[in-house]
C-alpha cells in the first residue's frame, strides 16, 4: 500500500529523527513510501486571519499526493486538522472546492477530494495487531502519553472515536503507561506564538505532572509539542534542571521496540542534553 | 504592507458564523479554555463578550468545540474577528517564510541534515507557485 509521508514544517525543520523513525516503521507495517516531489506549507500558520487564500496551500499537496496515487499520513496536530478541513470542503457541494481548483489549475493541478489524510496515531491504531507482532524488545520505561490536541479534536474535523487511541498503541507496546491529570491538555506549544510565557509555564506545568506522578519517559506525537516539551526544556527548568525528563516521539519509540538501533533515530532530548549518538532512543534500557 | 491585503477580496471560507444565534452562555467553552486559565483573553472571552480581543490568542486545542453543547461556531467565529484584526507581531516571521518559500521555518542546509540522516532530500515548493496559490504577493513586508 502506498503512502506519503507530510511532516509539516516543525518536522521537517526540528525533528528529521521522527520522519525517519516515522518511515521505518510503516515500511516494517508493509507500506510503499512514496515521495511528493515538492513540500508546500500546510496553511497553518496563515489560517483565514492572514489569507483566506491559506486553503490553496494545504490543496495543492493533496492534488500532489493524488495525482501519485497516494493517501497521506501525517506527524503533526496542526497539520492533520488543517488537510481534514480541507478535505471536507470536498465533501458535497462546497463552493469552496471550485475555486480552489480554479486556482490549482493555473499550475495545471486539480483536486478531485480522494486522498485520505490520517495521522500516525491513527495509521498505528488501526494496525494494533501488527504492530504488536512486530515488537522485539520491550522498553524499561514509565511512560506519560502527551496526546496531540488537533488530532483528536474537533471529532467533527478529526474523525476519531476512540480520544485514547494514541495510549492504546502504547499498551501493544508492553509499555508502563501513567495516569496524570493533564494528560489531555494542550501542552502549550501554539501559545508560544502570541505569549511565550504562557506557553512555557503551561509546558512545565504538565511535565512536572508527568514526572509527580511516576514517569521517566514523555512520548508525544505532533512537532509542535515536541518543540515545546522536549527543545524547549532548558528553558522550562532554567533553573531546576533536575526536574528535566526525556521526551520522544511515538515512531522512535515503536521503531526502538521494533529493534532498530540505528544511531539516526536517536536524537531526542536536545533539552535534556543525551547526544544523539547514545543508541538508545529513548535513553532507556531495552 | 500587511500581509492581510493578499487576501482574496472574495473569502474563500464560506463557513457559516452564527456564534451569538445559538450560543446559550452555558460557560462550559470558558471552563474548557486553556488560555483564560492561563491569565489572557481569548476567543471564548469574545464570543460571552467579556472582552473584545483575544482572537489571535487560541492554542488550538479545540476543546471549547468539544464542550459545546449547542454546536456554536467557534472556529468559524473565531476566524470571521481575526480577519478583522492585526496579526500578532510575533507571528510575522512564520508568514514571511511561508510566503517566500513555502515553509514556516527557514531551513537553512536541510538537504545537507538530511542526507546525513538518511533522509530523501527535499525540495521545496517554488516561490512563483506560492504566490499564485495565494493570489498575489508572494513576499509582502511583514
Keep these: 500500500m502506498k503512502i506519503a509521508i507530510y511532516p509539516g514544517c516543525m518536522v521537517l525543520a526540528r525533528f528529521q529523527e521522527y520522519e525517519l523513525a516515522s518511515r521505518k516503521v510503516l515500511e516494517q507495517l508493509g507500506y510503499e513510501i512514496v515521495e511528493l516531489g515538492e513540500f508546500c506549507c500546510c496553511g497553518a500558520s496563515l489560517l483565514p486571519g492572514v489569507t483566506d487564500n491559506w486553503v490553496n496551500l494545504t490543496a495543492y499537496t493533496l492534488a500532489l499526493a493524488e495525482k501519485a496515487g497516494t493517501d497521506i499520513v501525517t506527524l503533526c496536530g496542526n497539520c492533520t486538522n488543517n488537510f481534514k478541513r480541507v478535505n471536507s470542503y470536498f465533501e458535497g457541494d462546497h463552493k469552496v472546492r471550485d475555486e480552489i481548483n480554479s486556482t490549482l489549475g493555473k499550475l495545471d493541478l486539480v483536486y478531485g477530494g480522494s486522498v485520505k489524510v490520517n495521522h500516525l496515531i491513527e495509521v498505528l491504531y488501526g494496525k494494533r495487531e501488527q504492530v504488536a507482532g512486530l515488537v522485539k524488545r520491550k522498553i524499561d520505561a514509565r511512560v506519560a502519553v502527551s496526546h496531540p490536541c488537533q488530532v483528536l479534536r474537533p471529532k467533527g474535523i478529526t474523525g476519531i472515536e476512540d480520544p485514547n487511541a494514541f495510549r492504546r498503541i502504547l499498551e501493544v507496546l508492553r509499555l508502563d503507561i501513567i495516569d496524570y491529570p493533564e494528560e489531555h491538555e494542550c501542552c502549550g506549544a501554539t501559545a508560544l506564538l502570541f505569549n511565550e510565557k504562557m506557553g512555557i509555564r503551561q509546558g512545565r506545568s504538565k511535565l512536572e505532572s508527568c514526572k509527580a506522578h511516576g514517569a521517566n519517559l514523555v512520548i508525544a506525537a505532533c512537532g509542535n509539542c515536541l518543540f515545546l516539551l522536549d527543545r524547549l526544556q532548558n528553558k522550562i527548568f532554567k533553573e531546576n534542571k533536575e526536574l528535566k525528563i526525556p521526551v520522544t516521539a511515538l515512531s522512535q519509540l515503536v521503531a526502538f521496540s521494533f529493534g532498530f538501533d540505528d544511531k539516526s533515530l536517536s536524537k531526542p532530548f536536545t533539552g535534556s542534553k543525551v547526544p544523539r549518538s547514545t543508541g538508545s532512543p529513548t535513553g532507556f534500557r531495552g | ?142
Excluded at chain 2, 28 to 51: H, M
Aim: net charge neutral; aromatic share 4%; proline share 6%.
Design chain 2, 1 to 142: 504592507m500587511n500581509p492581510k491585503k493578499i487576501s482574496n477580496p472574495e473569502p474563500m471560507n464560506s463557513e457559516p458564523v452564527n456564534a451569538y444565534g445559538e450560543c446559550i452562555e452555558c460557560g462550559q467553552c470558558v471552563e474548557s479554555c486553556l488560555v483564560l486559565r492561563g491569565g489572557e483573553t481569548s476567543i471564548v472571552s469574545e464570543l460571552n463578550k467579556t472582552a473584545d480581543t483575544g482572537a489571535w490568542n487560541c492554542v488550538n486545542c479545540w476543546k471549547c468545540i468539544e464542550v459545546c453543547p449547542q454546536d456554536v461556531d467557534i472556529y468559524g467565529f473565531m476566524m470571521a474577528r481575526r480577519r478583522k484584526e492585526d496579526i500578532p507581531s510575533t507571528m510575522r516571521q512564520s508568514v514571511k517564510n511561508i510566503m517566500g518559500k513555502g515553509c514556516s521555518i527557514y531551513l537553512r542546509g536541510i538537504n545537507e541534515i538530511r542526507e546525513a540522516d538518511g533522509l530523501s532530500p527535499i525540495k521545496l515548493i517554488e516561490k512563483h507557485k506560492v504566490k499564485t496559490l495565494l493570489g498575489g504577493h508572494a513576499q509582502p513586508e511583514v
